[in-house]
T-cell receptor, first 113, second 112 residues
Framework: DVKVTQSSRYLVKRTGEKVFLECVQD?????MFWYRQDPGLGLRLIYF???????EKGDIPEGYSVSREKKERFSLILESASTNQTSMYLC????????????FGSGTRLTVV | GESVGLHLPTLSVQEGDNSIINCAYS??????FIWYKQESGKGPQFIID?????DKRQGQRVTVLLNKTVKHLSLQIAATQPGDSAVYFC???????????FGSGTKLNVKP
């Protein structure tokens, strides 16, 4: 089974901190994605990557950056955490074929205080 | 496009009944759709998909219906079980685009 692993299930950080959310997939997938999930708003795409060292902005990239130095790892960075970034963050990967959909990680619930 | 709202719609059904979960999509050019199930504390999981050249596709206990005329997608779950309790999302994409757009989801509560 494809596994997408997010390093933390729960995180609590202070306003202004730099926060790293890590995601690793073990099936050699080309594509990786970061979403945030908020009640009533569904999943919103933050950033995605189609290849190593490649990144593209999603729909809500402000306040975030990403890093993909290795194919299996896609990191989401909050440069200076703010309370409005309190959310559930979901990482996903896909092999690049449309009909395979995404495989999601279990999510990281981040609280910024 | 996606169906966005401030409230998560909730559907409550009795165990053993059939469930129908609906989704409206906004992009008439979308040609591939997926339904995901998200249980509490977990990431979304693939349930069933459908291409735009089909109106209906069946899986095990689940059926997806696509009405392109009104841009509507539905998920039917037969003989709903307590383990079906979850939030269900539809997702749409354009051919060869590989970037999905998600609906806001519907919460399904199954009463024993």
């Amino acid at each position: 089974d494809v596994k997408v692993t997010q390093s933390s299930r729960y995180l609590v950080k202070r306003t202004g901190e730099k926060v790293f959310l890590e995601c690793v997939q073990d099936m050699d997938h080309e594509n990786m994605f970061w979403y945030r999930q908020d009640p009533g708003l569904g999943l919103r795409l933050i950033y995605f990557s189609y290849d190593v060292k490649m990144k593209e902005k999603g729909d809500i990239p402000e306040g975030y950056s990403v890093s993909r130095e290795k194919k299996e790892r896609f990191s989401l960075i909050l440069e200076s955490a703010s309370t409005n970034q309190t959310s559930m963050y979901l990482c996903a990967s896909s092999p690049g074929l449309q009909e395979d959909g995404y495989t999601f990680g279990s999510g990281t619930r981040l609280t910024v205080v | 496009g996606e169906s966005v709202g401030l409230h998560l719609p909730t559907l409550s059904v009795q165990e053993g009944d059939n469930s129908i979960i609906n989704c409206a999509y906004s992009n008439s050019a979308s040609d591939y759709f997926i339904w995901y199930k998200q249980e509490s504390g977990k990431g979304p999981q693939f349930i069933i998909d459908i291409r735009s050249n089909m109106d209906k596709r069946q899986g095990q206990r689940v059926t997806v219906l696509l009405n392109k005329t009104v841009k509507h997608l539905s998920l039917q779950i037969a003989a709903t079980q307590p383990g079906d309790s979850a939030v269900y999302f539809c997702a749409e994409t354009l051919y060869n685009f590989n970037k999905f757009y998600f609906g806001s989801g519907t919460k399904l509560n199954v009463k024993p």
